[in-house]
Structure formats: structure tokens, C-alpha cells
């Protein structure tokens, strides 16, 4: 049966606009996305055929263009539209961060790096450059590494900070594997930069690892 041919509440276009998105399935919201589906196929169907085939819609969201592609009923087309959707998203984070106090916005400081890193095959160390406001001014992805981990030189941290005029900085990494526990690397280069930091009158306010099942906070955990 085509989805025209549904109940109007459980069309996903009308359901959205009744109940909200947060009220739709993962497929409802992929079904809106693909706009149609195949012969045979409604939109719906053939969004929970996609979602099975990907491993859910976080893989499918973060597949590259080959593997996206080879999708059913994807292409180039919803390739670039769904990189622009995303990118739209994380501009849309930055924009909020940038209008907010990192320290009495957590759950914005977050997202934003979770937008930013969570995708990322490769270990990332980058900053977020802060006024003495504890307002955005910059965020940098300052080294890259390989699946489990990225050289961090003190120096050339404390040189960008400075650049940018930073009164404080927010560090964040990613794991790639998910696993969001500090290590006891992580541990020592933190205080490394903590230390030198603090040799030019600019605070560490914490350091996250993005990672699943929400990350992990340095500065929850005591460890700043």
C-alpha cells in the first residue's frame, strides 16, 4: 500500500507536523528524507531496508559516498543533500555555542564536539578558544592522528591560545573506538597542558572525549 493511502496520523509527513519530529521513527524520519521509495517499495519500507542493511541510522548518516551510494534507491543526489543537511546541523551548533557561556552551557559544548568528532575514523585533538566571558571565539582542529591516538605538543597549543587571544580553552579528542574512558595518556597530557596554560594566565576548563554513550568530562570527573 502507497503511503498516500495510509491514515493521515501515520503518514510520517503528517505525523511530523501534528506531533513533532521527536515523535517520528528512525525510519519515518529516513522515509522524509528519501522522499520515495521503489517500485513496489513504499518510502517507509525501504527506510527500515536501509536502516538493517547499515547497522542503524548513525552508520548510514556517517557512511562515505561509495558506501552510501551503494545504498538502495540512494545515490550522488541524496549523498549531497545529506551532507548538506548535516553540515547545516553543525552550523547550526556553532551558532548556539557561539551565542552562549561555555560554562553554563555543557550540553551545547558537547553537541557541538560531538558533531564536530564523533564521525572521525582518526583520533583528533582540537580546542575550543574561549574570552574571558567564557564565550566561543575559535574552535581549531590542531592534530591528527591515527584509529587510537594523536601526538599533543604543549607549545603549539599554548601558541594558538595566544594567537587567538584566549582568556581559557576547552579541549576535547575522539576515540574512535567509542570507548570514552580517559586513558592514563589522556590523563598526563592534560595536565601537561594544564601546567603550561597556566604559564600565560589561560584556564583549562575542562577536556572532553567524545566517545559513545554520552563522552566523558574531565572536570566532572575531578580530573582538571
Not at 80 to 90: P, S, W
Not at 172 to 192: F, L, Y
Amino acid at each position: 500500500m502507497a503511503i498516500t493511502d495510509w491514515p493521515a496520523e501515520e503518514r510520517p509527513r503528517e505525523k511530523l507536523l501534528a506531533r513533532g519530529a521527536e515523535a517520528l521513527s528512525d525510519a519515518e524520519l529516513l522515509a522524509i528524507f528519501l522522499r520515495t521509495g521503489l517500485p513496489g517499495v513504499s518510502a517507509v519500507d525501504l527506510a527500515r531496508q536501509l536502516l538493517s542493511d547499515f547497522g542503524g541510522l548513525r552508520p548510514l548518516l556517517e557512511a562515505d559516498r561509495k558506501a552510501f551510494c551503494a545504498g538502495k534507491g540512494l545515490g550522488d543526489a541524496k549523498f549531497v543533500q545529506l551532507q548538506a543537511v548535516l553540515e547545516m546541523g553543525r552550523r547550526h551548533l556553532a551558532e548556539r555555542l557561539k551565542r552562549s557561556d561555555a560554562l553554563t552551557s555543557p550540553q551545547a559544548v558537547r553537541d557541538y564536539l560531538a558533531a564536530q568528532l564523533r564521525h572521525r575514523t582518526r583520533e583528533v585533538f582540537c580546542c575550543l578558544f574561549l574570552d574571558s566571558q567564557h564565550r566561543v571565539i575559535a574552535y581549531e582542529e590542531l592534530f591528527e592522528g591515527t584509529l587510537n591516538a594523536a601526538s599533543v605538543y604543549p607549545r603549539e597549543v599554548v601558541q594558538a591560545a595566544l594567537a587567538k587571544g584566549a582568556a581559557a580553552v576547552i579541549l576535547a579528542h575522539n576515540h574512535p573506538s567509542g570507548v570514552s574512558e580517559p586513558s592514563q595518556a589522556d590523563i598526563h597530557i592534560t595536565q601537561r597542558l594544564k601546567d603550561a596554560l597556566a604559564l600565560v594566565d589561560i584556564r583549562v576548563l575542562d577536556h572532553l572525549i567524545v566517545g559513545e554513550g554520552g563522552g566523558c568530562s574531565f572536570a566532572e570527573r575531578g580530573l582538571i
